[in-house]
C-alpha cells in the first residue's frame, strides 16, 4: 500500500515538474525529467567519473570530520573544564570561510584530492561535535549516581552509560553530515581541482547547459539522499529502545565569579592568537595571503579601513538575524509538521536533503527569480542553506519523548496538539538549542555567500572583492570580525538556553 | 591582414639545437631529468589556454627540458597565492589583478600578454542590444559588484553617468540575461556569449577594448625572484608557451579539439570550444603580435594601459612590465 501511494506521489511529482519546465522553456531556467534522464543517458561516463571522484571525497572527509567531532566531544565530557576553550575553537574554525581557507589548502596540498577531502571534514565536524555531545549529556542522574556509588570514574561513566545514551543524537550529527560532506566536497573541488560534479557545475552554469545543470543537481541530491538514508536505517537498527524519562534535579548554580570568567576569556583570546599565528608560521605560509594577528589589527588600526568594515558589518546583520530566525524556523517548524503529518515526511525529505547538497550557485538563481533580489530573497537564501542541520535535529529531539509519557497521553485521550505542545516540543528543546548553536556560525556564512550572489552589500561583497584586488588584510578582517560576532551571538544563545533548559532538560547543564 | 609569425618550432629548434646536443650527451637520459614547473591557469581548463596545451602535446616544453604541470584555476583557486610562494614559476593573471597585488606587496612583473585586447564585453539580446556605451542608459546589468570599478571605467571613457545605469548582482551566468532579469551583461567576450550562441540565443557583444578600456588581460606574472634566480627556465617556458600559441594561430579548431580530447572530465561542449577558441584569435593576434611575436608588448601599450589602470584606481608606473624574457625567447 505504501509502496503504491509512493510510486503515486512520485509520478505525480514528476508530471508537475516536466509541465513547469515546459511552460518555462524559453527562459532556460528549468530542465524536466525528461530532458534530464536524456543527458544522463547521454553523458553517463562522464558523470559516473565526477561523482565517484567527489563521493570519495565525501566519504573521506565525512570519516575524518566526524572521527574528529567524536574525539572533541569525548575529551569534554572528559574533562568538562575544556568545554568553553575547545566550544570556542571548534566555532572558529567553523567560521573561516572557504574564500580564505581556499587558497592556504591549495597551496598546502597542491594538485590533489587534499583540499576537497578536508573542506568535506571542516563542512561536518561542527554540527556532528555539537550533537554528539548533547547524546553525550542525555543521561538520567540515577545513572551517573549509581556509576558513582560503586566507584566509577568518568572513563567508566562514558563508555557503560553516556555513549550509549548518545547514539540518537549521534545520528543526528551523521546524518546531517551527510549531505553536508557532499556540498563540502563538491565546492572544494572550486579551489582548483581538475575533476569532480562541483566543476562540471560550474560549467554547466556557465555554459547555459540547463539539462546538464539539473542532471548534476539531481546526481548530487540522489547520493546524498542515499547516504542519509542509509544512516537513517543504521539509526534504527542501533537504537531500538524507546526513549526513557531522564531524571535531572535542578542545579545550584555556583556561577564562576566574574574575574575567573574575565580570565577565561583572555586566555581563549590569547590562545587563539597563538595557535593562529604559530600554524601560519609552522606552515611557512607567504604572509601575502596568509595574515597574521598583528597584520590585522595593523590594518584596522587605520580608522578608514575600521570604518568600512562596520559599515558592512551592519549591513551583513540586517540580513543575518532575520535569515538565522527564517531558518530556524523553517527547520523547527517542518520538524512539527512532519511530526504531526508523516506522509508530508516523505515528500519533504527528500527536497530538503537535496537544498543541502546541491550548491548554492545551483540554488540561487530559482529563488532569487521566485523571491527577488531584496531582503525576502535574500532571507530566503539564507535560510535554505541552514535550516537543514535544524530539521534533522528537531525530528530527532521529537522522537526522544518518553514512552512512558506518550503512553500517560494516550490513556487520557490527548489529542496529538496537546501531545505535541507539552511533551513533545519539551522533549525537543536540547536539540533545538544545539541546532540554534549550530546556526550561528552557518547563518553567517550563509549571509556573506548571499550577499555576492544576490544583494551586492556587506561583507561577503567585501570579501569577494579580495579576488581582484588581493586585498588580504580585509579578508581576514572580514573573518575576525565574522569570528567575534558569531562567539558573541553563540554566547547569547547559550544563555537563553540555559535558561531554558534548566527547567525543561537540566541533564544538558551538567 | 594579420602575417604569419615568423615564429616557427624549426626555428627554435634551430637556435638551440647547439645546446642539446651538448646537454643530450653529457646526460643519456635527459627525458628523466626534466625539470618540474607548475604553471598555474587562471581558470577551468578549457581552450582559453589552448597554446598551452599544444605546447604540452607537442613536447615544445620537454624538448626544452622542462616538465610542466598546468594547475587549474576556479572560483576559489586564485592565481597570486601561488606564485607568490613559489609553488607556481609563472601564473596566468591580468594588468589590473597584478597591479593590485602589487600594490598589495606582491613582488609580480608582468612578463609577456597573451590578450593584446581587454575581453571584457557587454552582452546583449539582439532583440534589446548594447551596440555602443550611449545604449548602456537606462539599461539593467547584471555583473558582479566587484567589477563596478570596470564599468566605471568604461563610462568614463565614454562620458557616461554610471548613475544612469541599474547593476544588477548576479552571478557569473548568461541565465539572468537569457531569463530577462536583466538587459545586458558585464562579462567575457569569449565565454558567456559564445555559450549563448551554441544554445541558439542570438545575442550582440560590445567589446569594451573598442571603446578605450585598454586592460592587458591573461598576462604571465612572475615574482623578481624568480627572474633573477630561475631565468632560464622563465624564458623556456614561454618559449614553448609561444611556438604553442603559434600553432594554435594556424588552426583553432584543432586546438579546440585537443583541449576537449586532453580533458575528458572537464565536459567539455565541442562546438563552444572551437567558437571560443576562434572569438580569442583577435584579441590575442594584432599587427604587433605579426611583427614582433605572440605576447610582445611595447611602452605605447604600457601606457595606454597605465592610463586605464588608473581610471580603475590603480596607480602603477612602466616598471610593472618586465619584456627582458620576452626579448630572450625572440633574441
Known sequence: MAVGRFIVTAVVFALVWEFLARAQTGSMIISGPVAIAEYLTNNSGLIVRAATETTTNAVLGFLWGNLAAMMLAVIVTLLPRSEWTISTLALLVFCIPLIASGPILR?????????QITLAAL??????FLAFLVGLKAVSQNWTD???????GRVATLFTVRLRASVPYLFVGLQIAAPAAFLGAMIGEFTGAERGLGVLTLRAMRGLQTDATWSLACVSAGIAMLGYGCLG?????FTPHAPVILFSPKRLDLGRSITIQLIGFVSVVGLVFVLWQGAMDAFGLNPFFAKRPGDIFRFLSEPAHLNTLLAALGATLAYAVPGYLAGLGLGAGLAILLMLWPPVARATMPIAIALRAVPIITTAPLLVLAFGRGFTGTVAIVAVMIFFPTLVACLQGLRQTPAQIVDLFESYGASRFQLLRSAQIPAMLPALFASARMAVPAALLAVTTAEWLATGRGIGVLMALTSSTSDYNMLWSCVVVLCLVAVVSYAFVAWCEKKVLGIYANEQLA | MIKPVHLTRRFFLQTSAAGFAASATALPALAANLQPVTFQLSWLHSVQFGG???AMKNGYWSDLGLDVSLAQGGPNAPVEPPVVSGTALVGISAADYTAAAVEQGAPFKIIAVAMQRNPFAIASLSGNPVNEPADLI?????????NTPVLQALCTLNGIDINQIEIVPTQYDPAPLVSGQVDCLLCWETDLPVAMTVQGVENTTMLMADYGYAVHSQTYIATEESLTERRDTLVSLLKGEVM??????KDTDAAAALAVEMFPDAGLDPEAQKLQAARQVPLMFSDLTAEHGFGWFTQDTVAENIETLG???RQVTADLWDRSVLEEVYG
Open chain 2, 311 to 313: 581610471l580603475l584606481g
Open chain 1, 233 to 237: 536505517a543504521l539509526r534504527r537498527k
Open chain 2, 138 to 146: 537606462g539599461k539593467k546589468i547584471g555583473m558582479a559588484v566587484a
Open chain 2, 52 to 54: 598551452s596545451y599544444i
Open chain 2, 244 to 249: 604553442g600559441w603559434n600553432d594554435y594561430y
Open chain 1, 123 to 128: 563542512a561536518v565536524y561542527y554540527t556532528t
Open chain 1, 146 to 152: 549509581l556509576m558513582g556509588v560503586y566507584g566509577r
Open chain 1, 107 to 115: 597551496v598546502l596540498f597542491g594538485p590533489g584530492p587534499g583540499p
